[in-house]
């Protein structure tokens, strides 16, 4: 199991799975959930080696290094520690 971490809260997802559902549990808020509208940019503030590549989304959006859509990341393993 991965963890993700927002804002001092956790949840626990599965390895290689979507961060999206735990994020949004945790309180990221969400409009589109296919990486065209930008709302649920978060910054990651530790882990980002336990992420999957970004998505080509993500690469359009031509977001910072420390930022991904929490509708498109993946966790492959790990601790993911986040903000929004």
Known sequence: ???IIIDGE?????DGSPIMDACDDLGVPFACRV???GTCVITILEGM???APKT???EDMGLADD????CQ?????GTVVASY
């Open 1 to 3: 199991m991965a963890t």
């Open 10 to 14: 956790e949840k626990q997802v599965a």
């Open 35 to 37: 990486g065209i509208c």
């Open 49 to 51: 080696e336990n992420l």
């Open 56 to 58: 080509q989304e993500e």
């Open 67 to 70: 930022q991904r859509l929490a």
């Open 73 to 77: 990341a993946v966790i492959n393993s």
